[in-house]
């Protein structure tokens, strides 16, 4: 047999072998590494990925991926591109744990619906991983789909899953972890786009290659528009407005009634704090809660909204008439009932009785026997 120190032989043995990629990592080692890394470095807490499956799937079978009473965080990259991110209960109980109070406690805390303090107190640790997450895969078609996003709001239910995410093939990374070097298990899912989105696809193709001045711009108004277009906002839903004297407010009492517009619980008006309405509404449900549809979008319509008072319809302008006013629409308080009863009306001057003496009959009583002498006192 001829011997591989042969130049020649060597190279013709190993013509048809692929070269090794060298220095590559798959998208399931970079994720495992930048989520050790990232948890010792945000939240000081050894964490190690026992297993990583990943999947491509659909918007309609996220659902299904994610675990009860879990903390969900909705991902934001560039060109619009969303994600999310989601802790089952134990693994988001030990990142605030140690976030709170620098330990895991011995027992696992009781369980608990997640809140928007415990997405704000895991923000760092996601971001971290999220870097880490990207860096390795720089070169890789998985590039596009894990670099570039940074944790956004919290996801308050599943429900709104499709209000969120665009309807696009995504791919899932679901992790089962240890905790505390065995202390606790927990889980963690990663959805991320398997693609760049089509709208952003579709410009880069029809423009070539574009500065790269031009796309850092574009990514950061993209991402600059979307935070802003997603942050929360207070309104007020105004069923109607009724006018009223201070002495009727100052005599209110429990049981009291107070009059109301047959029309205001179809004509509602939505009004944001300090501006003017953002038009008609109607209160229903939907899915088993309260809610509001809009049937005019006139920012005008506050002069549909009239006042419940004294003024407000021609029945309660003919109770005024027939003596009623106020008084039928505000029912007068007991107490006050009560002292009107207690003070008695003024009584009129009884009428003189003139007694005739001469009248009554003469009286013929026996004399009165005598009285024995006192004793004497000593």
């Known amino acids: ?63 299904d991926l994610i675990p009860d009473m879990a903390l969900s965080v909705v991902l934001r990259g560039a060109r619009g591109a969303r994600g999310l991110v989601v802790l089952d209960q134990t693994a988001a109980a030990a990142a605030v744990e140690m976030q709170t ?55 308050a239910s ?27 298990r927990g889980s963690l899912l990663l959805i991320l786009p398997w693609d760049m989105p089509a709208a952003s696809a579709a410009a880069a193709a029809s423009s070539g290659a574009a500065p790269a001045a031009d796309a850092a711009a574009t990514a950061w108004s993209d991402d600059f528009t979307g935070r802003i277009m997603d942050s929360t906002a207070d309104f007020e839903v105004v069923l109607c407005r009724i006018k009223v004297t201070l002495a009727d407010v100052v005599h209110l009492a429990p049981g009291d009634t107070l009059p109301v517009p047959l029309r205001s619980v179809s004509e509602l008006v939505l009004e944001p704090p300090g501006g003017g309405p953002t038009g008609l509404w109607r209160l229903g449900q939907a899915d088993g809660m309260k809610a509001l549809r809009m049937i005019d979008p006139d920012a005008s319509a506050r002069h549909r909204l009239r006042a419940a008072g004294p003024e407000d319809a021609a029945a309660r302008g003919q109770a005024r008439e027939s ?16 002292a009107r009863q207690s003070a008695q009306p003024e009584m009129a001057d009884l009428p003189d009785i003139d007694f005739a003496t001469d009248d009554l009959p003469d009286l013929d009583l026996p004399d009165l026997p005598a009285f024995p002498d006192l004793p004497q006192i000593t």
């Open 158 to 184: 599943v429900r709104l899953l499709p209000h969120v995410l665009a309807d696009v093939v995504y791919r899932a990374f679901t992790l089962e972890i240890e905790i505390g070097g065995g202390q606790r």
């Open 1 to 63: 047999m001829p011997s591989l120190a042969n130049p020649a032989l060597r190279r013709k043995l190993c013509s048809d072998r692929p070269a090794p990629a060298v220095g590559q990592v798959s998208p399931a080692q970079a994720l495992r590494l930048s989520l050790s890394r990232a948890a010792q470095e945000a939240l000081r807490l050894s964490v190690a990925a026992i297993r990583i499956e990943e999947a491509r799937l659909t918007l309609a079978a996220i659902d």
């Open 101 to 155: 109070c620098g330990r895991l406690s011995a027992q696992p805390p009781a369980p608990r619906a997640p809140t928007l303090t415990d997405a704000v107190l895991c923000s760092p640790f996601f971001n971290r991983m999220l870097a880490g997450f990207g860096a390795p895969l720089a070169g890789q078609s998985a590039q596009d789909c894990a670099a570039g996003f940074v944790a956004g709001e919290r996801l």
């Open 323 to 338: 003596g009623a006013g106020l008084a039928a629409a505000f029912p007068e308080p007991a107490f006050a009932a009560s």
